[in-house]
């Protein structure tokens, strides 16, 4: 089993609508969790940190099920601009700074006029 | 904007040239990271750094090394450049601070192609 599992999609989704993107993780001593966008050709960019009680920031919700072992992101009142790639992302500490971040393959998501 | 740039931002080279990309921050952070990102594998971890003259390797480390020999720079080098190592490479660094998640914060990237 992969360690970080995303649908690649494309999700093709109207302007407006709502959309969830689940991510599965495998290493149940996982202990950070991350959204990330990323843009054709350009830096993954933090969209956002998973806290254990969900979190939210504006029109993006993210929410973490330890028993499950995946976390879920949701986008309300889609935006064009929506349209990105987005990496689940997971950290496993194992001491000594070997944190290096273990990234999903990404979901994509094209938002429809 | 976590003040990191990359240099080069394209290079093409040929096959058995080194070659070396720097990363540069300016924000003092301890935490330096060399990721490649390939179409079907996401980003992978090549060499970290943890301090000054401290670094370890990531998943994919074979013919790659770093140095980092000042806080702010950190340099990835390929000895001989392979096919195999067309690729775009993404420095990051880790803000550590109270409550933070280790969020890590990445560069604009390099993309290298060896012919």
């Known amino acids: 089993r992969k360690e970080v599992e995303q649908d690649p999609g494309p999700f093709n989704v109207p302007e407006g609508a709502t959309v969830a993107f689940n991510c599965t993780y495998s290493?149940?001593?996982?202990?950070?969790f991350f959204w990330y966008r990323q843009d054709c050709r350009k830096e993954p960019k933090l969209l956002m940190s998973?806290?254990?009680s969900g979190n939210e920031d504006g029109r993006f919700t993210a929410q973490l099920n330890r028993a499950s072992q995946y976390i879920s992101l949701l986008i309300r009142d889609s935006k064009l601009s929506d349209s990105a790639t987005y990496l689940c992302?997971?950290?496993?500490?194992?001491?000594?700074?070997?944190?290096?971040?273990?990234f999903g393959k990404g979901t994509h998501l094209i938002i429809q006029p | 904007d976590a003040g990191i740039t990359q240099s080069p931002r394209h290079k093409v080279t040929e096959t058995g040239t080194p070659v070396t990309l720097r990363c540069h921050q300016t924000?003092?952070?301890?935490?330096m990271y060399w990721y490649r990102q390939d179409p079907g594998h996401g980003l992978r971890l090549i060499h970290y750094?943890?301090?000054?003259?401290?670094?370890d390797k990531g998943e994919v480390s074979d013919g790659y090394s770093v140095s980092r020999s000042k806080t702010e720079d950190f340099l990835l080098t390929l000895e001989s450049a392979t096919s195999s190592q067309t690729s775009v490479y993404f420095c990051?660094?880790?803000?550590?601070?109270?409550?933070?998640?280790?969020?890590?914060?990445f560069g604009p990237g390099t993309r290298l192609t060896v012919l």
């Open positions: 990051a660094i880790r803000k550590e601070a109270s409550g933070s998640y280790n969020e890590q914060f």
């Open positions: 290493n149940s001593a996982s202990q950070s």
């Open positions: 998973v806290y254990s």
């Open positions: 992302v997971v950290i496993n500490m194992v001491g000594g700074g070997a944190d290096g971040l273990t």
């Open positions: 924000e003092n952070h301890r935490y």
């Open positions: 750094s943890y301090g000054v003259k401290d670094t």
